[in-house]
């Protein structure tokens, strides 16, 4: 079965720009998250969507970034404007369903570096 | 606040030898743990997770867990190290939510 899919894999742009990142999870699950991950640290939860709703959205910088899953299935994270903070890897992954008992599966993730 | 804790952050073994990566926890209840592996460029994989039931849990690639209630650890172990399994390793905890919670993950470094 094909894998979670991510693009772009990197992204390098200035402070202030505006940048977005597209994820398309495993066919058929309904639990779609985004990470981020800074150099050193582990993965923090930013977003997680069941189906096209948000359910935690808690660690989501909501005056920068936003997200959206309009259709159930593919997902957009967007950073508008970037800040030098932000550079980190972003991680989209998806599950069954919700709740720890589904096993997450990760993407690449987009290396995203702000100059 | 709950938290992942992995004290090291490189362990280094022979390869052939025995290895073990730490993690301890706080959380409030009934955790479930987690360990991934990320090899270089690559998302996370799911290694092995315990939910409940039999403290041993036995994962991919030879690789399992021993969960300790009193200790509050989860310490992922392998009887023999290939160079391979080089890579970094997150512990997780979930709260008995969808949430994940990671540590700042450990470098496993195999010698030849």
């Known amino acids: 079965e094909a894998g979670v899919a991510q693009s772009p894999r990197y992204k390098i742009i200035e402070k202030r720009q505006s940048v977005a990142f597209w994820c398309n999870p495993i066919s058929g699950h309904a639990t779609l998250y985004w990470y981020q991950q800074i150099l050193g640290q582990g993965p923090k939860l930013l977003i997680q969507?069941?189906?096209?709703?948000?359910?935690?959205d808690s660690q989501l910088p909501k005056d920068r970034f936003s997200a959206e899953r309009l259709k159930g299935v593919d997902s957009t994270l967007k950073i508008q404007p970037a800040k030098l903070e932000d550079s980190a890897v972003y991680l989209c992954a998806s599950s069954l369903a919700g709740g720890p008992i589904y096993e997450q599966y990760f993407g690449p993730g987009t290396r995203l570096t702000v100059t | 606040a709950q938290s992942v804790a992995q004290p090291e952050d490189q362990v280094n073994v022979a390869e052939g030898n025995p290895l073990t990566v730490k993690c301890t926890y706080s959380?409030?209840?009934?955790?479930?743990l987690f360990w991934y592996v990320q090899y270089p460029n690559r998302g996370l994989q799911f290694l092995l997770k315990y939910i409940t039931g039999d403290n041993l849990v036995k994962g991919s690639y030879g690789f399992e867990a021993e969960f300790n209630k009193s200790q509050t650890s989860f310490h992922l172990k392998k009887p023999s190290a290939l160079v391979s399994d080089s890579a970094l390793y997150f512990c997780a905890v979930s709260p008995n939510t969808d949430k994940l919670i990671f540590g700042t993950g450990t470098r496993l470094q195999v010698f030849p």
């Open positions: 969507f069941q189906n096209n709703g948000v359910v935690d």
């Open positions: 959380v409030s209840g009934n955790p479930y």
